[in-house]
């Protein structure tokens, strides 16, 4: 399909297939995806949980108002930040740059020291917002890729995170939940799927200057 067809095509899934399970290789396009987004200043202060395990998603879906669709999804998709953004972390960050572009350290450097510079000011409220903005990328991201390969998708913030990250076992990997996205097949008596799409007019969302 075409990107906008695709877009067409995607809707926010309420009923999944639980009885459809999406084949490895798709699930490996949406780890690429994930790892090759866009984040700022290339940092990744995000990680991906990929859940494929019935009874932990009906326990994910409690943790969720019971949303149904984390139960009878084939995958549960939990996007997690960093919980330490630190010093060490942008070192390492760099570190991966010289090993892989073999670029020379007077040339890292002044941007490298800017950063830890600039991270060290931050308090930790501002270092949660600035990764919870990355991981809205990520799931951007992932939302048209699932629409292009035709895998079903329905991102969710209608969860209890602190309960994931127990759930999960996230805190020993100082990290937390922020978004999740269960992906699968939409079943055939989802009437959500035949709707129409209620979008403002393009005239009243886009400003043209030429």
């Known amino acids: 399909m075409s990107n906008i067809k695709a877009l067409q095509w995607r809707y926010a899934v309420k009923k999944f297939d639980a009885e459809k399970i999406l084949p490895e290789a798709k699930i490996d ?10 984040t700022s200043y290339g940092l990744q202060p995000i990680r991906l949980v990929v859940v494929k395990n019935k009874e932990l998603q009906e326990s994910l879906k409690e943790k969720a108002m019971n949303q149904v669709q984390l139960s009878t999804a084939s995958h549960v998709l939990v996007i997690c930040i960093e919980d330490k953004v630190d010093k060490d972390f942008i070192l390492n960050y760099f570190e991966r740059v010289k090993q892989i572009r073999e670029t020379p350290d007077e040339i890292l ?62 805190k020993e990997k100082n990290l937390k939940s922020v978004l999740v996205l269960p992906v699968g097949y939409r079943a055939k008596d989802d009437i959500f799927s035949s709707f129409k799409k209620v979008r403002r007019p393009e005239e009243d969302t886009i400003i043209n200057i030429y």
């Open 109 to 170: 450097d002044p941007f490298k020291n800017f950063l830890v510079d600039d991270f060290g000011k931050k308090s930790a409220e501002d270092l949660t917002i600035w990764a919870k903005n990355q991981a809205y990328l990520v799931l951007g991201t992932l939302l048209t890729v699932c629409a292009t390969e035709e895998i079903d998708a329905c991102p969710m913030e209608g969860f209890l995170p602190e309960e994931y990250d127990e759930l999960l076992n996230l």
């Open 29 to 38: 396009i949406l780890k690429q995806a994930f790892n090759l987004t866009a």
